[in-house]
């Protein structure tokens, strides 16, 4: 019998929290407000199959290739002509998905022990993709605007011990749904560039807004001190694992690296097909179908809240755009307890403790309105109503 | 100006030496060997375009949803079916390229100064996928059957310092194309359980003989002992980035979890063509194709040198399968300063030194002879000749 001695952060190493949730509660009859999946009436299965086709056609011999670890030119070029600022394609990185990014950046700037910052509660799948290089994470207090600046500051540390970089979420942020304002933005930009730290501005969600455009992205107003990273997974499909990082020239070579290292390229098919569905402006016309959509669903639950927390000791988050919102449960009652009997009403949520780098709020709770119609949403609003008020002595 | 304070692993860390000569050598009237790129003409393209469609008209909107972290049931379990031993599906996880699931062992057995056994010389990939987990890679004596069983054990290393694996690719290796016999597998198998040290097998070209089918993988011979890797990418195209790992169920969880942090799943999408493309025994009817146009290439490669070699003091390999031939030129002179030459007289290959983990063998090379024609081989083939007897003193 062969025993396999495992690496020190293999023990650290956790299955995601949300996918064990989801094997427990994807099953039919239940509503599940739990999933980060975006809608797939969203999923523009027409465009697709025409660019495959394409594709294959004019360029198959070459996108079935091997091909440069940076990614396909018409993507990077495509990539930097969307974003709002001055950017080069020769910044821009094609990734497998926005979860690659995470991998690749950890692995270039955490050392055992680093210091890192994150918002109070920050996205989950971060905390597992920075894991494995056995950082310590630190959760700074953050209200509806996002990590508040004094606390920000208490928490970067010194000599060796201050923090590698930052990671924020500024737009519908996963898992809370909140949008940083411009002036605090602003602010974080300012106050990191005084400390000399790092920041990474994670934006999947960034273009699923239902009331305006949101600021700014913090790279915009200091490109040299960010790295960015966008995704094509909540605006066309996420079933092709494409996502982006934009860095700084400093930093770019390392990263293209790492991604070398880690899995070569990203599939030179997927990323002419994608290449091939954007071209002409697509993005521009289909989003807003996304926005529609989504928008009535964050209406329906929003309205939903209202109506079935009425009288209870309940907060929630009024997202302005994403898949998300966020809620605060009476002080002391479990989520986790409480996913038990709301999954006996026939609704599952997520539970808030493992978005939280440490000290979890356990009285938290993710909702995701965007794989829901707004008939199941109040279904399922008025069972986990049901279950809170059971759960109340 | 931030300044970016990077992880210790990221001084370590290279782009690849193959990479970078690529950039030198892909230029017109090269005629390049260097590549270790599929030869196009391998490629199925009809039944690409014709799966894509399939998958896009009968499963899009699943294709293109997030899907699980080990891959589609239907390819894990065509996987288990092709491979010649007792496979279950459950043990297979689907990976992006080979490439990613070096990364993800890597991350899972290795920490900093952990020892690995690797042949000498090995795949430079690996060094590099190894690399920013800070192993001591460590060449073991191989010849022309692979690694000397004695070697193997003098290298072992005990206490702390013991190795936690040693990686090995038995079939027509890159970079020497060198096959391990039969009884040579067997041996290593039957050491490495003595020594209780784990064996990581990587097989992208097995399926790629010439003269008869290899012996038994090492996995077969102790499934709980051995980790193996395998791909799609020389067998039906390397461009939609899919490969998977055969791993006993013990660490099965902690290779998933790692997956699952570096990139969430590979590509739904890719994954369910493959698995259209392949059903029905596709591979048993294609790939005899690629056997045969790779086989008469070898054949004018060997032809070739013997030829233009003559009188020289230089030796080389003679594959059974695979990609590469390996060459040693005269003691003392310099691969690398002889591809200088080469490129001159209009030819490329890859020099020999960094596929060595430590002390390189200067006056060896690589030539690949999969993307040349017979013709052009002849040609490739007499240029090197004559870049060596320009060297020779």
Redesign the interface.
């Known amino acids: 019998?062969?025993?396999?001695?495992?690496?020190?952060?293999?023990a650290k190493?956790?299955?995601?929290a949300i996918?064990e949730i989801l094997k427990l509660t994807d099953r039919p009859g239940i509503i599940s407000m739990a999933g980060g999946?975006?809608s797939?009436k969203s999923?523009p299965?027409d465009e697709?199959?025409k660019a495959?086709?394409t594709v294959?056609?004019r360029d198959?011999?070459?996108?079935?290739?091997?091909?440069t670890?940076e990614g396909f030119a018409d993507l990077r070029q495509a990539v930097a002509d969307f974003l709002p600022w001055d950017v080069s394609p020769d910044q821009v990185l094609i990734t497998?998905?926005s979860?690659?990014a995470l991998?690749l950046i950890a692995?270039?700037?955490?050392?055992?022990g680093?210091r890192v910052l994150v918002e109070k509660p920050t996205y989950l799948?971060a905390l597992?993709?920075f894991?494995?290089?056995e950082p310590v994470p630190v959760g700074v207090d953050s209200d509806d605007e996002g990590m508040l600046i004094e606390d920000f500051a208490a928490q970067v540390g010194t000599g060796a011990d201050k923090a590698?970089l930052a990671y924020v979420l500024p737009n519908f942020q996963n898992p809370t749904g909140r949008t940083m304002s411009d002036a605090r933005r602003q602010a974080l930009v300012d106050k990191?560039?005084e400390l000399?730290?790092?920041l990474v501005e994670d934006n999947p969600y960034g273009d699923l807004w239902y009331e305006g455009e949101p600021p700014l992205p913090l790279a915009a107003r200091?490109p040299?001190?960010v790295i960015y990273m966008g995704s094509f997974?909540k605006v066309l499909?996420?079933?092709?694992?494409l996502g982006f990082v934009v860095a700084?020239k400093?930093?770019f070579?390392?990263l293209?690296?790492?991604k070398?290292?880690?899995?070569?390229?990203?599939?030179?098919?997927?990323q002419r097909v994608v290449a091939e569905v954007i071209k002409d402006g697509f993005l521009d016309r289909h989003v807003p179908t996304i926005r529609a959509l989504y928008k009535a669903q964050r209406d329906a639950m929003l309205a939903a809240l209202e109506r079935e927390m009425a009288g209870l000791d309940v907060q929630w988050t009024r997202p302005v755009g994403g898949m998300f919102l966020w809620v605060s449960l009476p002080q002391g009652m479990d989520a986790q307890q409480l996913l038990t009997a709301a999954v006996e009403r026939g609704m599952a949520f997520v539970p808030g403790a493992p978005f939280y780098a440490q000290e979890p709020q356990t009285n938290t709770l993710r909702l995701s309105y965007v794989t829901v119609s707004p008939a199941q949403i109040e279904q399922g609003i008025a069972a986990l109503a049901a279950a809170i008020k059971a759960h109340t002595p």
Chains 1, 2 share one sequence.
Request: glycine share 6%; charged share 15%; proline share 8%.
């Open positions: 019998m062969t025993s396999w001695t495992l690496a020190d952060r293999a190493m956790n299955s995601s996918r999946l975006p797939p999923f299965l697709f199959t495959c086709q294959m056609l198959g011999a070459t996108a079935l290739q091997y091909s670890t497998s998905g979860q690659q991998d692995k270039v700037f955490l050392d055992r680093s799948g597992q993709a894991t494995p290089f590698r990191a560039r000399n730290i790092p200091n040299e001190g997974s499909a996420p079933g092709l694992r700084p400093s930093v070579g390392k293209t690296q790492a070398q290292a880690a899995d070569l390229h990203t599939p030179s098919f997927n």
